[in-house]
């Protein structure tokens, strides 16, 4: 049996996360039982929910445990199978870890899934027409729940969700408005995302400065707000916002080192009746299915291009994902491992 590599987490953070928080080891992969599978991974996923489950901490999911392999979707080859539904060779989008290998029990429901690549690239299943697609998607059409010629805002729009979140948007008929740091993120969130506009938050340090760039790109107000961040971009957008906007709380990347993020002016929430629904993609399996079958064809398609910010082998996982937290990923961030 191979030899597989793993990233464990070896303790906790104490404030920000820092590379030595992980430890690369060394293990035999097991022999399989009846209805297991090996799964050798191509490449696996880097998400900010992470750095919260680090932390042990009351939360929506139990803490990542001590000692234990960093928990994460991949995607991957069967190279190995004991299950009847399962051959050598099958691609399959998984939860298997930061490591080169896993052993899957089959049987179980959502523990493993086959996936075709003919149309979309093997990669895209852990971003684009995977969990951050699906992300994108229940935020906007179960919560936001736009019509056409709304205007809708997401923080972090040329990441993974971002990206998604913009082509689902513009199927809508919504204009889209993104937040992203640096020229280069906004150019690729207009030009090749397609949103009408993208505010720079480099340029814009403060909530005077951010609210005037929000008004400038959303003369009618903001209607829907996917947040991904917090802190005080959240605060202008909540300054624009219009009488029964919506907003989707996914993340909240700005407190994601402990410290609270308090809301400057949450009165906004009575004088223009918000909506404001925070979410786990995870709780809404009953979407998934029609979530990605219309992702999977806006990127079959090309209307929908996601780009990624690969890292090269299990090693590189802890600073690939220390970047990831401070924006220095571009579009989703992955790991390649073979």
Same mark, same amino acid.
Request: hydrophobic content about 40%; charged content about 20%.
């Given at each position: 049996?191979?030899?597989?590599?793993?990233?464990?987490?070896?303790?906790?953070?104490?404030?920000?996360?820092? %590379?030595?928080?992980?430890?690369?080891?060394?293990?035999?992969?097991?022999?399989?039982?009846?209805?297991?599978?090996?799964?050798?991974?191509?490449?696996?996923?880097?998400?900010?929910?992470?750095?919260?489950?680090?932390?042990?901490?009351?939360?929506? %999911?139990?803490?990542?445990?001590?000692?234990?392999?960093?928990?994460?979707?991949?995607?991957?080859? #069967?190279?190995?199978?004991?299950?009847?539904?399962?051959? #050598?060779?099958?691609?399959?989008?998984?939860?298997?870890?930061?490591?080169?290998?896993?052993?899957?029990?089959?049987?179980?429901?959502?523990?493993?899934?086959?996936?075709?690549?003919?149309?979309?690239?093997?990669?895209?299943?852990?971003?684009? #027409? *995977?969990?951050?697609?699906?992300?994108?998607?229940?935020?906007?059409?179960?919560?936001? %729940?736009?019509?056409?010629?709304?205007?809708?805002?997401?923080?972090?729009?040329? *990441?993974?969700?971002?990206?998604?979140?913009?082509?689902?948007?513009?199927?809508?008929?919504?204009?889209?408005?993104? !937040?992203?740091?640096?020229?280069?993120?906004?150019?690729?969130?207009?030009?090749?995302?397609?949103?009408?506009?993208?505010?720079?938050?480099?340029?814009?340090?403060?909530?005077?400065?951010?609210?005037?760039?929000?008004?400038?790109?959303?003369?009618?107000? /903001?209607?829907?707000?996917?947040?991904?961040?917090?802190?005080?971009?959240?605060?202008?957008?909540?300054?624009?916002?219009?009488?029964?906007?919506?907003?989707?709380?996914? *993340?909240?990347?700005?407190?994601?080192?402990?410290?609270?993020?308090?809301?400057?002016?949450?009165?906004?929430?009575? /004088?223009?009746?918000?909506?404001?629904?925070?979410? !786990?993609?995870?709780?809404?399996?009953?979407?998934?299915?029609?979530?990605?079958?219309?992702?999977? %064809?806006?990127?079959?398609?090309?209307?929908?291009?996601?780009?990624?910010?690969?890292?090269?082998?299990?090693?590189?996982?802890?600073?690939?994902?220390?970047?990831?937290?401070?924006?220095?990923?571009?579009?989703?961030?992955?790991?390649?491992?073979?």
């Amino acid at each position: 049996m191979p030899t597989n590599r793993q990233q464990i987490l070896d303790n906790r953070p104490e404030g920000e996360a820092v %590379a030595s928080n992980f430890k690369l080891v060394s293990t035999e992969t097991p022999a399989l039982k009846d209805n297991q599978v090996l799964v050798r991974h191509h490449y696996m996923s880097l998400d900010p929910y992470m750095r919260g489950r680090m932390n042990d901490a009351k939360s929506y %999911a139990q803490p990542q445990p001590l000692g234990q392999v960093m928990q994460g979707g991949t995607v991957g080859e #069967v190279v190995e199978s004991k299950h009847p539904k399962y051959a #050598v060779g099958d691609k399959v989008v998984g939860f298997g870890g930061w490591q080169e290998y896993s052993v899957v029990d089959a049987s179980q429901p959502g523990a493993l899934k086959k996936v075709d690549t003919t149309h979309v690239p093997l990669s895209h299943y852990l971003g684009a #027409v *995977g969990m951050p697609g699906v992300t994108a998607w229940y935020g906007l059409v179960k919560i936001i %729940a736009p019509k056409a010629g709304e205007t809708v805002v997401i923080t972090a729009a040329s *990441g993974a969700v971002g990206s998604a979140f913009g082509a689902l948007a513009k199927a809508r008929g919504c204009r889209v408005v993104g !937040i992203a740091g640096g020229p280069d993120k906004c150019k690729y969130v207009t030009d090749e995302l397609g949103f009408d506009a993208c505010i720079d938050y480099r340029q814009h340090p403060d909530v005077k400065s951010m609210s005037a760039a929000l008004k400038e790109a959303c003369p009618q107000g /903001i209607d829907g707000y996917f947040e991904n961040v917090g802190g005080y971009i959240f605060d202008a957008v909540l300054l624009r916002t219009n009488a029964f906007a919506r907003i989707a709380l996914c *993340g909240m990347i700005a407190g994601y080192d402990g410290q609270p993020l308090p809301l400057a002016n949450p009165a906004l929430f009575l /004088i223009n009746r918000l909506k404001l629904e925070g979410f !786990i993609v995870s709780e809404h399996m009953e979407v998934w299915p029609e979530a990605l079958a219309e992702l999977g %064809a806006l990127v079959a398609s090309g209307k929908l291009r996601p780009r990624e910010s690969v890292a090269e082998g299990i090693e590189a996982a802890p600073e690939a994902f220390l970047g990831l937290l401070k924006g220095k990923n571009f579009g989703k961030q992955l790991v390649k491992l073979i």
